[in-house]
């Protein structure tokens, strides 16, 4: 099956400091990528829409500032966590759709650290 | 708007023991309807899926769900339970929004499987 890939699978940062998580699509073409918060025990939540060429659509409640996504192009999404705070620690996986919106792919998801 | 119910924090079976998971919807049309199964501090990996036509849905690992209109359903079934089972598993259904296509989550329901 296709295959979605992240990267870095884990991070650790120190607060005020930003870091990028990248989301690709191996052997497909992604124009729609959707990245997600999931807090311990807990299910995901969908943070934003990453549509390639265009500007992200935020969910209510998440900061776009804050949560800088980019999709540059039809196999990679990148998702920048700007001036990390201990409360953004979370595992963030990212998720693409097949052309025509067949199926849904996820990344092996990417575990912020935040000291 | 769309939801997902999964009534069941967590289960526990016994291994060869049979197993249902429930999982409600609220949509206003036909829904896409997913499982998918995640692993400790792993990404998540589809199951089934349900689109259209034949209700009973056959999946990898010898899952199946059936899709019930009448009661808004979608439940997970597996004639008997493998130790290897044992994870977090997500009830979801995709939608068609104003921001495009997304996928809504259920809470997640925890196997447990005992010897």
């Known amino acids: 099956g296709a295959v979605v890939s992240q990267h870095p699978s884990r991070v650790i940062c120190k607060s005020g400091t930003s870091v990028k998580i990248e989301c690709r699509s191996l052997?497909?073409?992604?124009?729609?990528m959707f990245w997600y918060r999931q807090f311990p025990k807990q299910s995901l939540m969908l943070m934003a829409t990453s549509n390639e060429g265009s500007k992200a659509t935020y969910e209510q409640g998440v900061e776009k500032d804050k949560f800088l996504i980019n999709h540059a192009s039809l196999t990679l999404s990148t998702l920048t966590v700007t001036s990390a705070h201990p409360e953004d620690s979370s595992f963030y996986i990212c998720?693409?759709?097949?052309?025509?919106?067949?199926?849904?792919?996820f990344g092996e998801g990417s575990r912020l650290t935040v000291l | 708007a769309q939801s997902v119910t999964q009534p069941d924090i967590h289960i526990t079976v016994s291994e060869g023991a049979s197993l249902e998971l429930r999982c409600n919807y609220s949509y206003g049309a036909t829904p896409y309807l997913f499982w998918y199964v995640q692993s400790p501090g792993q990404g998540l990996q589809l199951l089934l899926k349900?689109?259209?036509?034949?209700?009973l849905v056959q999946g990898i690992k010898g899952f199946e769900a059936e899709f019930k209109r009448s009661q808004s359903s979608f439940n997970l079934r597996k004639p008997s339970v493998h130790w290897s089972d044992a994870a977090e598993y997500f009830c979801a259904v995709g939608a068609i929004g104003t921001g495009g296509f997304k996928t809504i989550f259920g809470a997640g329901t925890r196997l447990f499987v005992k010897a």
């Open positions: 998720s693409a759709l097949t052309s025509g919106g067949g199926e849904l792919f």
């Open positions: 349900y689109f259209s036509g034949d209700t």
């Open positions: 052997d497909f073409q992604a124009t729609t």
